[in-house]
Structure formats: C-alpha cells, structure tokens
C-alpha cells in the first residue's frame, strides 16, 4: 500500500508471517517521489544524504522494536514450558560453566560419524526387562523426563541426541531426580539406533521423533534424521503392538515423516485401529497422545503454529 505526503511518497511494508514469528506486521517507510517504486527513475536521480540517514534510522527503529518484541515473546514462552514441566522442578545452577548450545548441527559431519557405545543396560536401568521408549533427538530430555517420572516402573526411556552439551544436563537432571528408568546418550540416530536397539533385553514398545531440524533447503534434505535406513532399523526391531509417534510444526518436514511411514506395510495408523483418536480431513492427530506437550511444541503452538502428528502401530 502507498500514498503521497508532502512531496514523499508512503509505502507500508508488510512483512510474512514466515519471515517474521514475532514482532511488528508492518512498518513505515518514507521515500521522495522520485524514488517510488510507482513512477520510473531518471537517470540522474538519487537519494540526498539526509533523506538516506532517515530511511536508515527509520528501519533500524523498526528492527530494534522486532528484535524487543521477539525476545519478549520468547520469554513468555519459556515461562509457559516452565510451567508445564514445573512438577520436574529442575535447577537450572548446574555447575556447565556458560557454553552455549548449538541448534542446529550437521549430522553428516566426522565428528558426528562415530556409533555410540552401548551401555550396560544392567548399569543404566533398574529392571533393563521393562518395554523401552526411544525419543530419537530428545532435546534438553525435559520430555522424556516426565514421562520417565509418571510411570516408574512400567517403561524404560532411552533419549539419544545429537549435542553432547544437552546429553550431560540432561545426565545432571535426572540424577537430581533421582529417576532409575531413564538414560541419556550422545549419539547420531541414523548411526546408533540399530545397535542399540539390537542390543537391549526388553521389547522396543514406542519409538518418537518430535519436531526434528528441518533443514529447509533441498541440498540439506539428506541430513535430517529420518532416511530410509532408519525407518527399517525402527520397524524391523519395534516390537508387535509397537508404536511410532512423529510430529513436526515445519509441515514438509511432517509430510516427509509422514510418507515414509505411510509406505511401511508392517504399520498402520492409529486412527485406522481405533475409531476414537480423532484426526483432522488430512489425516493429522487432533491431540498429543502423551500426555504432555514438547518444549518446541508449546514454543510453536504459543506462536501460532500448528502441530502436526502422526501415530503408527506394528501389525
């Protein structure tokens, strides 16, 4: 939208809802008729100084109100995932020193080309017999944590992540928590799970890949984590009766998780089984089965977006 003022021409700059999660819709920017994008510019035309130093300071303003509003917002939401995980009543003094944690990584890095050791199931969990979870990028494992609290002797809960600085915190918490069904591992899923899978005594009961990097460009789509091979080890080692639960708020990501199950003979969907788990007119889950939400999740939900999920059962 524009209009004239003055000799200046107005223009409101409205900017994408994907560009921008927070902040300011629109923002004001004056320029002299001579450079509105509506009338063509002379080749001796140009910005005087001053009028160049406004636009500037102009955009620079509305930045700064973007950047206040986001980090606002932010705050907000880190205040609401406090609060759905308040029963945990996790410290935050833990003695890490201030490093701080990376969001993305490449997983098809060297130094991520390693398969992690298996543990000693015996030395990790109290009865290693129980049926496991595996969440395949637990995160901070908050997640996890209080599903591991809720049912402490019905389940074991294997997080494997991909950032070691994450795994140790989440090592620290559950030993202030005390909990004996519950185990962290630094690892690179679509390297690690099948073995160590393979190697655990009990049933694999429900595997979950919750919000997982996007990796948005096309050249990237071989590094996220679920690829062909990983979809085999998961529904080869899943246990009759087992479950995958995957859920993204990056659409494409969720189709794509979506696809490759949905091509899996072996499984079937949840609402294929059960006439009650309800799901929207393209097949997404209406509801979090868990019980409780994710960290990205209430980050997304509270920022607008939408959660899409997918819930498979072994035949």
């Known amino acids: 939208m524009s209009y004239c003022c003055g000799g200046w021409r107005v223009l409101q700059i409205h900017r994408s809802h994907k560009k921008l999660v927070y902040g300011i819709d629109t923002a004001l920017v004056m320029l002299p008729l001579s450079l509105s994008p509506f009338r063509p510019l002379s080749s001796s035309s140009s910005l005087p100084f001053s009028s160049n130093t406004h636009l500037s300071s102009s955009i620079s303003q509305v930045t700064a109100e973007q950047d206040q509003h986001q980090q606002n917002s932010r705050r907000k939401s880190s205040q609401l995932v406090a609060l759905e995980y308040a029963e945990l009543n996790l410290s935050n003094n833990l003695d890490m020193g201030h490093v701080r944690i990376r969001q993305h990584v490449n997983p098809l890095s060297s130094s991520f080309s390693t398969p992690a050791q298996v543990p000693d199931w015996n030395q990790v969990f109290a009865d290693p017999a129980l049926p496991l979870m595996v969440d395949i990028g637990c995160g901070s494992g908050r997640f996890l944590m209080w599903l591991a ?5 019905v389940r074991n809960y294997l997080g494997l992540e991909i950032r070691q600085r994450m795994v140790k915190r989440a090592e620290l918490w559950v030993k202030d928590l005390a909990l004996d069904n519950i185990h962290f591992l630094f690892a690179n899923a679509p390297i690690s799970f099948k073995q160590l899978v393979e190697s655990y005594p009990g ?4 595997v979950s890949i919750l919000c997982p990097d996007p990796h948005f460009k096309k050249k990237h ?7 062909k091979p990983l979809v085999g080890a998961i529904v080869d080692n899943l246990s009759p009766g087992g479950q995958v639960f995957v859920q993204s708020d ?5 189709l794509d998780m979506k696809n490759q199950f949905d091509e899996v003979d072996a499984l079937s969907h949840i609402d294929a089984l059960n006439s009650d788990i309800l799901c ?3 097949g997404w889950l209406l509801s979090n089965p868990m019980g409780i939400r994710t960290e990205r999740e209430i980050h997304a939900e509270f920022e607008g977006g939408k959660i899409y999920r997918r819930l498979y059962e072994k035949k």
């Open 149 to 153: 609290k809720r049912t402490p002797k």
């Open 203 to 206: 049933p694999l009961q429900l």
């Open 221 to 227: 789509h071989k590094r996220r984590v679920l690829q």
């Open 250 to 254: 990056v659409v494409e990501v969720a």
């Open 280 to 282: 929207d007119s393209e």
